[in-house]
């Protein structure tokens, strides 16, 4: 009932998901409730800081490429006049974008600093585009000051795309590098036309933050797919337990069977021989119970197996194995119990049987419902095997039904 009961909760949870997958289908970026929103903001940074975690040396390598390629292309191409001053800001620029990187990946290789990751990403991405946007848009030379503006609009779009932040963290402080870029520029009266200043800082924001908002949602719908995958592991694994039970158990008692019971043992045995706890096997069978079904039927015979059942299990304890047989006989593996602890198991069931006085006219030693028991201790002193110890159990049994039934035998 309990594999039951998780295998509906975990379908009702699914259903949940589901409906919110719906939703998302329909409406873009449309938040979740607060605990899974926090959950997908926290997944979503753990997965780009591994990501950050593997990139490191490609990004190192391209990053080398890349100046090797454009340093002596901007010397070469920059007017004589504007040669210095351009290509000593480019550098600045690239030690910038060097700091950040750094920074970047020392946050994301240290798991005690992931907590701050969102803070002092967001407070590099603000240093390091308002010195790269300050130093790119103040080149004397025109086509350098092109160039300068395809990489602010490349950093702003890795920023927005690839630092792991939430769209809005981003967005604010790009917007922040941009009125700090604008001052500069003001200040130091860099003269550029006022639509290359806002197609380069503010428009490219815009769209950085249309991409990134865009690839949220894509990313919002792959993690509610993630978690349905995952209730549908859980319920398959929870039904192939529960299958797993109802193999192992009884339809009629509800007790085990012998499915299973066999690896119950050999675990007890192996216990046993390493920290010397014994423990007992009860072989119970129910005495004349053929003539008692011959009387009554078998409807009430079955109701006397389930009785008897409910007996044993009120004698036993949680970590103890109790399985139906077969037929009227039953067996208990009693763990970490001593021969004098077994032995009064053992009196009990008997006593609790006769309490109930169950009537059995048929029976030739009461006129009602008896069983006997054999008994066998294992303390791990020699070696014992599932089928031999069973042997010696209903050994056991056999020597209390030929000295009269309705007690117990010790082997």
């Known amino acids: 009932m309990k594999s039951e009961f998780n295998i509906d909760q975990l379908e009702q949870q699914k259903n949940k998901i589901e409906q919110l997958l719906e939703k998302h289908h329909r409406k873009l970026n449309s938040k979740f409730e607060h605990d899974l929103e926090m959950q997908f903001w926290k997944d979503r940074e753990d997965r780009l800081i591994k990501m950050i975690v593997r990139a490191i040396v490609p990004t190192i390598i391209i990053f080398i490429i890349f100046e090797c390629i454009s340093l002596p292309l901007n010397y070469l191409t920059t007017e004589p006049e504007h040669r210095f001053n351009d290509v000593s ?49 103040s080149m004397h030379s025109l086509s350098m000051t092109w160039r300068g503006t395809l990489i602010i609009v490349f950093a702003l779009m890795f920023a927005y795309l690839c630092s792991g932040l939430r769209p809005k963290t981003t967005f604010l402080a790009s917007m922040i590098s941009a009125v700090i870029a604008c001052t500069y520029l003001w200040v130091t009266s860099v003269k550029l036309p006022i639509w290359v200043i806002t197609n380069t800082i503010i428009l490219s924001n815009f769209v950085g933050l249309a991409l990134s908002v865009l690839s949220i949602s894509t990313e919002r719908i792959r ?56 423990f007992a096997i009860l072989f119970i069978d129910v005495d004349y119970f053929k003539l008692y079904n011959d009387l009554y039927g078998h409807d009430h015979g079955d109701n006397a197996l389930i009785r008897v059942a409910q007996t044993l299990l009120r004698h036993v304890d949680e970590g103890d194995a109790t399985i139906r047989y077969g037929g009227e006989e039953f067996v208990i593996l009693l763990k970490d119990t001593r021969h004098n602890e077994a032995a009064q198991v053992a009196k009990n069931i008997l006593d609790d049987i006769r309490a109930q006085k169950i009537e059995h006219q048929n029976s030739s030693i009461a006129d009602y419902l008896t069983v006997s028991i054999g008994m066998t201790v294992y303390e791990g002193q020699y070696e014992m095997s599932y089928p031999e110890l069973l042997k010696i159990a209903d050994q056991a049994l056999y020597l209390a039904k030929n000295q009269g039934r309705d007690r117990y035998q010790v082997l």
């Not at 390091?128 to 946007?133: E, I, R």
């Not at 085990?256 to 066999?262: A, I, S």
Request: one cysteine or more; hydrophobic letters at 45%.
């Open 89 to 137: 800001l480019t550098l600045i620029s690239y030690g910038t974008g060097w700091i950040a990187l750094f920074t970047i990946f020392a946050m994301a290789r240290r798991p005690a600093w992931n907590r701050y990751y969102s803070q002092v990403v967001a407070g590099i991405i603000c240093f390091g585009l308002s010195v790269v946007q300050s130093v790119l848009l």
């Open 223 to 278: 993690f509610l797919q993630s978690i349905i995958i995952d209730y549908d592991k859980q319920i398959y694994s929870q039904l192939n337990q529960h299958f797993i039970q109802l193999s192992q158990q009884d339809t009629l008692t509800m007790l085990g069977n012998r499915r299973g019971f066999e690896q119950h043992v050999q675990d007890a045995i192996d216990l046993t021989k390493n920290t010397k706890k014994p």
